[in-house]
């Protein structure tokens, strides 16, 4: 059975850092783009559709070229350990308004078509 397994998330006060983690078990992540999505809370409440998450962040797979959301450039980075089967988000200088529930997701390319997701990381930002 596939599963993504996120670790991390939290309550941070503005300006302050948190690191995601997304394990990968029964699929191999060094073989996959694995990327990490957004959903404010009140689309969480609401119960949004998952095409409907922001993305924030994608690492590619064989050439670890990496992308990020405007709204994230220069304060988040991803990465990759291969040996853990696992892709962080290291998120630095966090903003009232990064809170929001975080997945992870993997795929063929960023880009392409979901094909499984985390369960999900509650970031609160908050003073």
């Known amino acids: 059975q596939v599963q993504l397994r996120q670790t991390g998330g939290g309550f941070v006060q503005p300006g302050g850092s948190l690191r995601l983690s997304c394990v990968g078990s029964?699929?191999?992540?060094?073989?996959?783009?694995v990327g990490w999505f957004r959903q404010a809370p009140e689309k969480e409440r609401e119960g949004a559709p998952e095409?409907?998450?922001?993305?924030?962040?994608?690492?590619?797979?064989?050439?670890?070229?990496?992308y990020y959301a405007d709204s994230v450039k220069g304060r988040f980075a991803i990465s990759r350990d291969n040996a853990e089967n696992t892709v962080y988000l290291q998120m630095n200088n966090l903003k009232p308004e990064d809170t929001a529930v975080y997945y992870c997701?993997?795929?063929?390319?960023?880009?392409?078509?979901?094909?499984?997701w985390g369960q999900g990381a509650q970031v609160t930002v908050s003073s």
């Open positions: 997701a993997a795929f063929p390319f960023c880009g392409n078509e979901v094909l499984y």
């Open positions: 029964g699929l191999a992540l060094d073989y996959h783009a």
């Open positions: 095409k409907e998450r922001e993305g924030v962040s994608c690492i590619q797979s064989r050439d670890g070229q990496s």
